[in-house]
């Protein structure tokens, strides 16, 4: 891995904490701590990411996806209802707040599909399935602290209505409890896999932090990011997924390279989105990358190829986090051909990962991972 150098990083005001206006009872204590006030959580499809519309809608018509796995997200559904408990209301409100926002589910999914796609017979990748959620989860709390984001999934972060300090100690609390989950599994290997892609994640959101505010970083430097921050749990899904089963090492190697390429296509769309997406699609705000000042692959472009004047722009923007011109950037990188650029690339990542489940046996499971894969790059969320 490459080390890049330190660079100063800007100092960012944390966002004021809805925490603060809380009701509070007579012994100074906020209400919003105490079990009474902690709604039963509504584990189902919907919270689990089945949206209609998408190839991950349960009330689509002959959904590939959803029809061969509903049975199988229902147990990992309970899972996550039995294993989410602490004895501290506080996690449990945080980590339920988070979780019932919902999302695609796309890495529980990959554990589902692939491990029944090599026949796996048992009950643990139901476990496993939970796990990387969790661990997921744990980072989308950690970075939108980071981020100082304020909506995902259509609605506040955890941090803006619970405070920074809460959402990374719960973040914390859903890495440990994945962790207590992986032992159950009794599968050094798994463990290591698991382990390995937590580690990584976590360098990769150090190096996402060095080349904010850094309109230098190059296309390949970016793609690394997207490697350690995003794909990297993918390819984790992907690959417990096959080992659980017990495919062979081809086939775990395979399964490895279907989930690297579904994050890298997936991560950059999401690149797309931030730029041409619909506030409302997206669940987040557009034009969040900007204004964090992040040279994503449509602006890396853009710097390469684009006018002197666009350059200039494109170094302010990301230097200063300048969301104000964030119509001024659309319009560049609209005709300079970045956003096609981007959505190209992630097609060709979209195609590896179809192409690595090719010597699958033909059946559902295979179905539904190539649907995946078209989904990837065929969307608007």
Known sequence: MRIFSARKIPHRHPPTSPVKSTPWNHDNIPLLYF???IGTPSYNLAHLGFFAGSPLSATATHNPIADVIATDMAAVNQVIRDKLHSEVALVNQIAEYIINAGGKRIRPVLVLLIANAHRYQGQQHHELAA???FIHTATLLHDDVVDESSLRRGRQTANAMFGNAASVLVGDFLYSRAFQMMVSINSMRIMQILADATNVIAEGEVLQLLNMHDPDVSEERY?????????????AAAEIGALIAG??????????????SLGTA?????DVLDYSGNADDIGKNVGDDLREGKPTLPLIYLMKNGTDAERELVRTCIEHGEESKFDAILHAITNSGALDYTRGEAQKAAARASAAVAPLAAGPYKQALLALSAFAVDRNH
């Open 35 to 37: 079990p009474q006030n």
């Open 223 to 235: 793609l690394q990011v997207i490697r350690s921050k995003t794909a990297k749990l993918f390819e």
């Open 131 to 133: 796990i990387v959620e």
């Open 247 to 260: 495919a062979d090492e081809q086939g775990i190697a395979a399964a490895a390279e279907y989930g690297r």
């Open 266 to 270: 997936f991560q950059l769309i999401d």
